[in-house]
């Protein structure tokens, strides 16, 4: 009988604002670091995977990006330069833009 429930917050998974709360707290830092060959990587450090579906997070970059991309640890490396677009993509997701360096 657990399934409609949240286990955080206690409200139903409707209703659930545990996800917006986590979204508000995050410190978010995006860098780019080269790579072998030249290549360069988007890093997004600073996401609390227990709060966050990493992988749901960067398949909607990957795809709005037109990149390749992995999860690794708390981390998500993006296969070019995506600085910019991964800030203005991240405030569209509800991450507020003080919080993103």
Known sequence: MNGGIC??????KELCICEEVAKEQQRINVNVNRRRYGKEVTVIDGLDPSDIDLQELTKFLKGKLACGGTVKGSSIELQGDHRDRVKEL????????????
């Open 7 to 12: 286990s955080t917050c206690g409200l139903p």
């Open 90 to 101: 991240l405030t569209k997701k509800g991450y507020s833009l003080d919080n993103i360096n």
